[in-house]
């Protein structure tokens, strides 16, 4: 066989249209090898993080040696956080968070991130340390609905104040009144419903990254019966001889808001909800259990039989 000559030798890359530059190319390129539109010129990125160029430091600032670039800058970010210990997380985030001048920017750009590195992490180890930062950013979220709620408050006891003082001087009817009332509460509702579905959605946008169950209710008319279950394995206590011994819950911690999570993130069933619907949804079963029933009463019994 003839041997060919480096002349002979026709670049394979020369048969391929020059499309470096076009729609074509970059599309094949991300086909093949995946696509990174993350600048990496250095210092194109938003400093969430407090950071310094020189030699490596005590402290929570970032240290590099010479200007990052945007992927270099948030990996080094979330690798130093995962270096310290639970608590340290906690600080180490909270520095950053009153560091930063946007509050509610930061925490929105904090979800996203822990959302995808989650979704990603490559060992269970570093996913636990990110569910720590899951766990500050929840009460961060809690702190900031509190914060609206007082606002809310506030505002609603100003109006009504205006109302009062108005009705004083026009002598409104009881039906006006009774209006002008309900136009306030609506408001109020209204609003809080739409700082709850910010928080919520927020929030489910990260644990949706996280490792869950898919268990599935062979009839969907037991739907219901599932919950009341769980309520009743919430109520669950040692029995006692003594009516002075204070109550032992088979939880200690054990909440509504524990059961919708559960729920949610466990059957496929409830999947779509949100935490919130589930409460009520939890809500309206826990009225329906009735205590003296035969079944409910051989169930609890048959629990604390189980357990102690």
Not at 59 to 75: I, R, T, V
Not at 137 to 158: G, H, Y
Not at 214 to 238: G, H, M, T, W, Y
Request: one cysteine or more.
């Amino acid at each position: 066989m003839r041997k060919l000559d480096n002349q002979s030798i026709i670049p394979i890359m020369t048969l391929i249209p020059n499309f470096s530059g076009g729609l074509f190319w970059r599309t094949m390129k991300a086909s093949f090898f995946g696509r990174i539109e993350t600048s990496n010129q250095p210092g194109n990125f938003k400093p969430y993080f407090q950071y310094q160029i020189g030699k490596n430091n005590t402290g929570y600032d970032l240290f590099f040696s010479k200007e990052p670039n945007a992927q270099q800058y948030y990996n080094e970010a979330f690798g130093k956080m995962a270096g310290y210990l639970p608590i340290e997380i906690s600080d180490f985030l909270s520095y950053h968070y009153q560091a930063y001048t946007n509050n509610e920017e930061f925490l929105h750009f904090l979800t996203l991130e822990l959302a995808h590195r989650i979704r990603n992490a490559g060992s269970q180890a570093y996913r636990k340390k990110l569910e720590i930062a899951v766990d500050w950013l929840n009460t961060q979220n809690d702190t900031r609905l509190e914060v609206d709620r007082n606002a809310m408050r506030v505002s609603v006891r100003a109006d009504l104040d205006t109302v009062l003082a108005q009705s004083e001087k026009e002598a409104l009817s009881p039906e006006r009144m009774e209006e002008i009332v309900g136009n306030l509460v609506s408001r109020m509702e209204v609003k809080m419903n739409s700082i709850i579905d910010s928080a919520e959605n927020e929030i489910q946008q990260i644990t949706n990254g996280f490792s869950t169950g898919n268990i599935k209710i062979s009839n969907p008319e037991q739907e219901d019966l599932i919950i009341r279950f769980f309520i009743l394995l919430q109520q669950v206590q040692a029995p006692s001889s003594n009516n002075n011994e204070p109550l032992r819950y088979l939880f200690a911690c054990f909440s509504k808001t524990d059961l919708a999570t559960f729920l949610r993130m466990h059957f496929e069933a409830f999947r779509n909800y949100k935490t919130s619907t589930l409460q009520k949804m939890i809500t309206i079963q826990q009225e329906r259990i009735k205590p003296q029933h035969e079944k409910v009463k051989k169930l609890e019994e048959a629990m604390v039989s189980f357990f102690y």
